[in-house]
């Protein structure tokens, strides 16, 4: 798998030393463009999507926060790395969910553990979950599924683009999905990637822009649900 980056930075220099250091990283793994201009790359996404992004923080005109939350109204849950001079705009960066934050100058040591958890949190390696319905297959990757609703021999397939629906056994579908996905309730596996908050019976998770979905948690999954989620998050972050 490709990974579709977008690097965003004003200076030349710098978005050409990021785009190296990645190809050296990698060079099969990327697929890098590079913007100028962060009106250019909002202009852009329009009708494009990436998977990961590197955004400079300071623009003339847009901040690198305001470019994040634009992201974020089509897409809740790409990575979004950071790269600035000033620690003072880390608050904010990470209020827009940031994956990371890397002070410049941008080298080997600060970008590739970012670049690691990034593509570990992609879940390059994880296959699709593949099901039918109605005859007709179907393939998803695990990244995009929000969570699983069981409704009798139902399992509702939740994503931010709509939801699906096949025929399974709650037994049958946790032996097919990943170790990104914890049962909460009788009901409800979720992903962690997509989990926004967590409280002592319900679970918020971010559906598509500012929506979010509330999933109930039931006292016999809480104390296992509540050790994975903050095991994982801790992997993520």
């Known amino acids: 798998m490709v990974i579709r980056v977008a690097i965003c930075d004003d200076v030349p220099d710098l978005a050409k030393t990021i785009e190296d250091l ?16 962060p009106f250019r790359l909002i202009e852009y996404l329009e009708a494009h999507t990436y998977d990961l992004f ?18 974020r109204r089509h897409n809740t849950s790409c990575p979004i790395i950071f790269i600035t001079s000033f620690k003072e705009y880390m608050e904010k960066a990470f209020k827009v969910n940031t994956f990371d934050y890397i002070l410049k100058p941008v080298t080997k040591a ?21 099901f ?22 139902s399992v509702l397939i939740h994503t931010p683009s709509g939801t699906y629906e096949t025929i399974l056994p709650t037994k049958t ?10 049962q909460v309730h009788t009901s409800y596996i979720v992903n962690i990637r997509h989990v926004k908050q967590i409280s002592h019976n319900t679970i918020i998770a971010r559906l598509s822009g500012k929506d979010t979905v509330e999933i109930p948690i039931s006292r016999k999954y809480i104390d296992h649900a509540r050790t994975q989620i903050l095991m994982k998050l801790r992997d993520f972050i």
């Not at 990645?22 to 201009?37: K, N």
């Not at 319905?133 to 009798?152: A, R, T």
């Open 22 to 37: 990645m190809l050296d990283y990698d060079s099969s793994l990327f697929e890098i463009d590079i913007f100028y201009s």
């Open 54 to 71: 590197v955004l400079d923080i300071e623009f003339p005109d847009l901040s690198g926060i305001e470019i994040a939350e634009t992201i």
């Open 110 to 130: 600060s970008l590739y553990p970012a670049l690691d958890r990034a593509i570990k949190y992609l879940d390059l390696d994880s296959s699709k979950f593949m």
């Open 132 to 153: 039918t319905f109605n005859k007709v297959f179907y393939s998803l990757s695990f990244s995009e599924i929000i969570y699983f609703e069981k409704n009798k021999r």
């Open 173 to 182: 579908l946790l032996s097919k999905i990943n170790e990104h996905f914890v």
